[in-house]
């Protein structure tokens, strides 16, 4: 008997089941290959019991499907679906389609638990591209990269994470709160423009490691997922969930959480686009362009917080002049946190950026930066 849970946030009702994995004659990989014992349903706190028969040892799969009575929990504040007519409201559950499903391997050898979550869905989609496919050490190393992608200590993946929704009292350690904001923050991606729905997220982001053997650390294109656009949610998640915990070790978790995710995110722009020195906007050296980055901003100009969900965008302001930069170029994604600007001419050239919400506010320029054509 398997043990487990699923946890984007908590999915109910969902069907689950155990394959056992062995070599394929046509490819000679480890591939899911027939079902092991009954299939199980997961209760209202997304727990399963799950009857393996016939198989004590070595490596299964397992899945989760759902059909028209599964449910996930919203466990993105202030909600999932943000600016779409569908917005449903935190700790609020939702109907997933069919082409739900999430995925995860367990040794039966080391262990009778397992979680299933975006990023253990993402490891078995990783081993499945190695050369071997799904087999131990396949999965082993998978789950570690994926593990490392997203600034985690190694076997975080085993964890069981915590339900958001229901934090105060969890007593568990941090690493299992970090692992439940990064999972939830594949939910937050939904904006009804890039992504409608999780099934859109999970499958694009399955995709991007089956076409590319990784999950990209950055990506220029709005409609590919990247660990820079997941962490910069889940730092403004890790935030956002502290305003609705009592217990003060808890909300001590997650302050600890939105210092680690915020850390790793600025790493990850700052290796992609240099050293960004105070975090401030900078362009990056090359012939005819200048690219560039920005952080999102967390709060407004008089401290009051701001959510992602109040973001309209940006709006870059350059020019040959520092006081007069004439030329503008606005960029309606809230998600976007870096620019190219092609074929400029000769000489210099500066830079600015400014935030915009959705009802058209507009923040100050930031610090001006300049590049030489």
């Known amino acids: 008997m398997l043990n487990g849970g699923a946890i984007k946030g908590v999915v109910s009702q969902g069907q689950v089941k155990a394959w056992s994995l062995e070599i394929s ?15 199980a349903v997961t209760d209202s706190q997304g727990r399963f019991q799950l009857p393996v028969a016939g198989k004590t040892s070595g490596w299964v799969l397992i899945e ?29 559950t939702f109907i997933l ?12 050898d080391a262990s009778r638990e397992v979680y299933l979550t975006p990023l253990s869905t993402l490891a078995v989609a990783l081993a499945e591209e190695s050369t071997a496919g799904l087999a131990g050490n396949s999965i082993e190393q998978a789950y570690g990269e994926m593990e490392s992608a997203f600034g985690l200590r190694a076997g975080t993946l085993q964890l069981p994470p915590p339900d958001l929704v229901r934090l105060d009292g969890f007593t568990g350690s941090t690493d299992a709160v970090q692992l439940a904001v990064i999972n939830a923050a594949f939910l937050s991606l939904v904006d009804g423009t890039n992504w409608n729905s999780i099934e859109e997220v999970l499958a694009d982001s399955e995709a991007l490691i089956r076409s590319e053997g990784a999950f990209s650390a950055t990506t220029d294109s709005d409609g590919k997922p990247s660990v820079d ?32 995710t915020e850390n790793f995110y600025t790493q990850i722009v700052s290796s992609n686009t240099g050293d960004r020195g105070d975090r401030g906007d900078q362009a990056e050296v090359a ?6 980055s920005w952080d999102a901003p967390f709060t407004r100009m008089n401290g009051d917080k701001l959510y992602l969900g109040e973001l309209s965008g ?3 302001r350059y020019g040959r002049d520092a006081d007069e930069m004439d030329n503008a170029v606005t960029i309606d994604d809230a998600n976007a946190t870096s620019y190219t600007i092609e074929n400029l001419a000769e000489g210099e050239w500066y830079f600015a950026v400014r935030a915009i919400d959705t009802e058209g506010l507009a923040s100050a320029l930031s610090s001006v930066v300049s590049k030489s054509i």
Do not use: H
């Open 287 to 292: 012939d005819t362009y200048a690219r560039l």
């Open 97 to 108: 389609s069919e082409d739900f499903r999430l995925r995860a391997a367990v040794n039966l």
């Open 25 to 39: 004659p046509q490819t000679g990989k480890y591939e899911a290959v027939a079902t092991l014992g009954q299939t």
């Open 314 to 316: 940006y709006e870059i």
């Open 229 to 260: 656009k997941v962490m910069l949610r889940s730092v403004m998640l890790s935030e956002d969930l502290q305003g609705r915990v009592v217990d003060s070790s808890v909300r001590q978790s997650l302050e600890t959480v939105k210092t680690l």
């Open 64 to 92: 989760l499907s759902a059909d028209g009575q599964t449910r996930m929990t919203c466990d993105v504040v202030p909600s999932c679906f943000v600016g779409t007519p569908d917005a449903v409201a935190f700790g609020e």
